[in-house]
């Protein structure tokens, strides 16, 4: 949402902040870069964490913990409805109830809203409901391995999987793949890559 909104794009966020300082933290610092956090929710537990490990390769493991990121509504709030029917995108990433994310995908689908998702987070199959609403999906390798039950070791086979996807639904597959880059799967057929761009130290 952060980088988003500094390269000039107007976005909303919707989430649940932890009530501790870390949750304060992270809302003032995507206030201060032009993201609208009117539609986010404040628990009273802790805030998620993800903690990044990058390896030179390029290669990073994430740990995840939960936190304020479950702490959701049963229900989707009424603006955050309202706001999905005027965006030009919905993003998602599988840190929150999947519950969420469905009725979300399901309700931007409706409006005619493209919805983009980044699996991380999330080792479980995307469900058939979630999978026919995604315009792009976004895995990397080993994360398209898990969600199509198919190997994912060469180029080759990161194809063939990515066309799995295709066939569940998602209209377009963007893997990324570490320190070799990405490579998009267009609905068309057509395959774009993309070199990873190198560490500085």
């Given at each position: 949402a952060v980088a988003a909104a500094k390269m000039g794009a107007p976005v909303a966020f919707a989430g649940?902040?932890?009530?501790?300082?870390h949750g304060s933290m992270l809302r003032t610092t995507m206030d201060e870069a032009g993201v609208d956090t009117s539609l986010?929710?404040?628990s009273a537990?802790?805030?998620?964490?993800?903690?990044i490990v990058l390896e030179p390769t390029g290669a990073n493991t994430i740990l995840l913990?939960?936190?304020?990121?479950?702490?959701?509504?049963?229900?989707?709030?009424?603006?955050?409805?309202?706001?999905?029917?005027?965006?030009?995108?919905v993003m998602l990433q599988r840190?929150?109830?999947?519950?969420?994310?469905?009725?979300?995908?399901?309700?931007?689908?409706?409006?005619g809203v493209d919805v983009l998702m980044d699996v991380g987070?999330?080792?479980?199959?995307?469900p058939k409901e979630m999978l026919e609403c995604i315009t792009m999906c976004a895995p990397n390798e080993t994360e398209l391995q898990n969600l199509t039950e198919m190997p994912t070791s060469t180029r080759e086979e990161i194809l063939l999987a990515a066309k799995?996807?295709?066939?569940?639904?998602?209209?377009?597959v963007l893997v990324t793949l570490g320190s070799e880059g990405s490579m998009v799967l267009m609905e068309s057929g057509e395959v774009i890559t993309q070199a990873a761009l190198p560490l500085y130290d």
């Open positions: 649940v902040f932890g009530g501790d300082s986010s929710m404040v537990g802790p805030n998620g964490q993800a903690i913990v939960p936190g304020a990121n479950n702490d959701w509504d049963v229900e989707l709030p009424k603006d955050l409805l309202k706001s999905i029917e005027g965006a030009s995108c840190e929150i109830p999947e519950r969420i994310n469905i009725a979300v995908a399901q309700h931007a689908k409706q409006c987070g999330d080792d479980s199959p995307l799995k996807l295709q066939e569940y639904g998602v209209n377009k």
